[in-house]
């Protein structure tokens, strides 16, 4: 099928997601849509995103959650053309559905880890950043500012322990672990979650490892002090910070 055809496709699909009465019927064409914006290159993947962005009003809870889904599948493989559809991630940490709340702690988090791990691989090779790349990371940072609110904030279980999760990759991601960086970077190319502070230090424009080091050490504290204050959390946030 030839380009313009599975981008006409996958228009179609995602305006019967949008208009179509049945729930069945939405989130059929949803699926469909991933997969053929999965197979499309990322420019043309990219001229579909800010109707894929708009499945964000959709009233039903489902088509939320998996829209959290897909635009973690397709903003991954076109990262420098995601930043219309990262907004979407930050706004549903506060959704009404609890689902569509953990979908994008999950979703998020992936993303957070891969737009972390590009903003060191491209300086190193290039001595540069991109702004795309700095503009995510700007909403990178929005992202963890959400999560940690929900971790700290009253509410549903589920959610604060996949916050709580969050709160764990920060820390082990920015506490250094010694580890020769130009041989890590090395090794772990192109991995999700190898990144660590140990690779900044060399410097870095956008990243500065003593803040972000400190604000790991803070985040440890934090993860402690609820570990004392457990007689006052529920059980299964308790056993998180413990296994942690």
């Not at 055809?5 to 949803?30: E, F, G, I, P, Y």
């Not at 914006?37 to 009003?57: G, K, M, V």
């Not at 940072?141 to 609110?149: A, D, P």
């Not at 490892?209 to 570990?227: E, K």
């Amino acid at each position: 099928m030839a380009i313009a055809d599975s981008r006409d496709q996958a228009l179609s699909l995602l305006t019967a997601a949008t208009n179509h009465a049945d729930l069945v019927v939405k989130l059929s064409s949803l699926k469909q849509a991933k997969d053929i914006l999965s197979s499309l290159n990322s420019s043309s993947a990219a001229e579909l995103f800010p109707y894929l962005a708009d499945l964000q009003l959709s009233p039903q809870s489902l088509v939320r959650k998996f829209l959290v889904e897909i635009i973690e599948d397709v903003a991954l493989k076109a990262m420098e053309h995601s930043s219309i559809l990262v907004p979407v991630l930050v706004a549903f940490l506060r959704d009404v559905d609890c689902d569509v709340v953990k979908q994008s702690v999950v979703s998020g988090t992936n993303f957070f880890c891969s737009v972390l791990e590009e903003l060191a691989l491209q300086f190193q090779q290039h001595g540069k950043v991109d702004r795309w790349l700095e503009e995510l990371w700007v909403w990178m940072v929005r992202f963890k500012e959400g999560v940690f609110s929900i971790a700290l904030e009253p509410g549903p279980v589920g959610v604060k322990l996949l916050a709580l999760k969050f709160l764990e990759t920060y820390v082990l991601l920015f506490t250094s672990d010694n580890i020769d960086s130009e041989k890590s970077v090395g090794a772990t190319r192109g991995s999700r979650r190898t990144f660590n502070v140990s690779w900044l230090n060399g410097g870095h424009p956008i990243l500065d490892p003593v803040a972000l080091t400190s604000d790991a050490n803070r985040t440890l504290f934090i993860l402690m002090d609820m570990l004392r204050s457990a007689s006052s959390l529920p059980g299964s946030v308790t056993i998180t910070v413990v296994n942690w």
